[in-house]
């Protein structure tokens, strides 16, 4: 499967004035979403709890995570998101994606909605 990329847009619960938007790994083996810490700081998110993650290189580490509004391809949900590291690219998870009706098309690699959003 190749890379694929998408512009994205977090929302702050708390400051909705706060907005983050960026270019986005799409990672369909990442469940949340991931953003350098300091820039959800910048736009008001806080945050809620911490977790232990394991990264693609098999090593774990405790993370905090926040909760925004999420935007991407018009579609309009709400997720976790982890305070990364300063550097990391940006991160879309699958459970964002899929809340938004989204999913990746694996013979072009790119975004489509779906049809409908599963509820069973």
């Known amino acids: 499967?190749?890379?694929?990329?998408v512009t994205a847009r977090l929302i702050s619960l708390?400051?909705?004035?706060?907005?983050?938007?960026?270019?986005f790994l799409v990672d369909t083996g990442a469940t949340d979403c991931l953003v350098p810490a300091s820039s959800l700081r910048d736009i008001g998110?806080?945050?809620v709890g911490s977790r232990?993650?394991?990264?693609?290189?098999?090593?774990?580490?405790?993370?905090?995570?926040g909760l925004v509004q999420i935007e991407v391809l018009g579609e309009v949900?709400?997720?976790r998101v982890v305070f990364g590291p300063e550097g990391v690219e940006p991160i879309l998870g699958v459970t964002a994606l899929e809340s938004a009706g989204l999913s990746v098309d694996p013979t072009?690699?790119?975004l489509r909605?779906?049809?409908?959003?599963?509820?069973k």
């Open 45 to 47: 998110v806080q945050a």
């Open 77 to 79: 949900t709400a997720g």
């Open 113 to 119: 909605k779906l049809p409908a959003v599963p509820l």
């Open 1 to 5: 499967m190749g890379i694929t990329h």
């Open 52 to 65: 232990a993650y394991e990264l693609a290189d098999g090593t774990r580490h405790d993370y905090p995570f």
């Open 14 to 23: 708390t400051a909705p004035d706060g907005a983050f938007e960026a270019n």
């Open 108 to 110: 072009t690699q790119q």
